[in-house]
């Protein structure tokens, strides 16, 4: 990718020439040398696919989501779609925001033709944007999964106040087109009273119900289960949310559930990762 902060964050194999497409993050040349997303395409023997992008590299212009002047480093999803072409979430800021000082960070969602070009059919110009509550610092976009219909699921932590340690974990589903699902939660967005650290991870079941994976922040792994409205299924772990502790009182480990995955037998599988501070 490009500049000194660079990194893939996510991994994609398109079904239909098993060609790499990555998801990363770096410096970029736009307006204030902010972090930004690139997209890559490799084929089959590891070298950039030059038809795709430009020399095999296509970069998010954030100025084009809704007005953003930085996107999040490290925080982004990737989704395949049946027509080739292909879907990235992250956060996006605004530093032009009224009383937002340095600027704070909004949930987007963008769609991207075959050949890595913005799709202007989409949302609003190639792009739906979750705006949060001027009151509200900053909401980080790393999950999300499409449903066979087509619409589109989304998971994030949102700050709910100026403390780092009050967030909550929200849900969002969007029409195929880029619409808000309105019959989903309020306007199609729902906050839950899950204090999530970070999220990361999301499935669905045969059923329809939705999982949700990341971290809490009592230093905990945790899976929810929603209802397909978005509200938590209470019949799952306690009250729709089962964690796995990563504390020890030797020292301090926070943890964070990184993926899922269903079994055959509906059993669930989460891995992720623990740092150990005495």
């Known amino acids: 990718f490009e500049g000194s902060d660079d990194g893939i964050v996510a991994l994609m194999l398109r079904p239909s020439t098993n060609y790499i497409l990555a998801v990363g993050t770096g410096n970029t040349a736009l307006p204030g040398n902010e972090d930004s997303v690139f997209i890559a395409q490799y084929k089959t023997d590891g070298k950039l696919d030059t038809a795709f992008g430009v020399g095999g590299k296509a970069q998010i212009d954030y100025t ?111 029409n195929a087109n880029g619409s808000p699902d309105t019959s989903f939660g309020s306007g199609g967005t729902l906050t839950t009273t899950v204090n999530a650290y970070g999220v990361h991870a999301m499935a669905v079941q045969a059923d329809g119900k939705i999982l949700v994976t990341g971290g809490l922040n009592n230093r905990a792994f945790f899976t929810t289960r929603h209802l397909t409205d978005g509200t938590l299924d209470a019949t799952f772990g306690v009250n729709g949310v089962a964690s796995t502790p990563t504390w020890d009182q030797g020292g301090f480990i926070d943890g964070l559930a990184n993926d899922i995955a269903l079994q055959p037998d509906n059993r669930i599988v989460i891995t992720g990762t623990t740092s150990y501070f005495n």
């Open 64 to 174: 084009a989501i809704a007005g953003a002047t930085n996107i999040a480093p490290s925080h982004a999803a990737l989704q395949p779609l049946a027509n080739g072409k292909f879907l990235v979430a992250g956060s996006a800021k605004k530093t032009a925001e009224p009383g937002a000082g340095l600027g704070r960070f909004d949930v987007f969602v963008a769609r991207f033709d075959s050949n890595g070009a913005l799709d202007a059919s989409f949302g609003v110009n190639g792009s739906a944007v979750f705006e949060r509550s001027i009151l509200t610092p900053n909401a980080y976009g790393e999950a999300m999964t499409v449903l066979p219909d087509g619409r589109i699921l989304l998971a994030w932590h949102q700050d709910i106040d100026t403390d780092s340690h009050n967030r909550r974990l929200v849900l969002a589903r969007l």
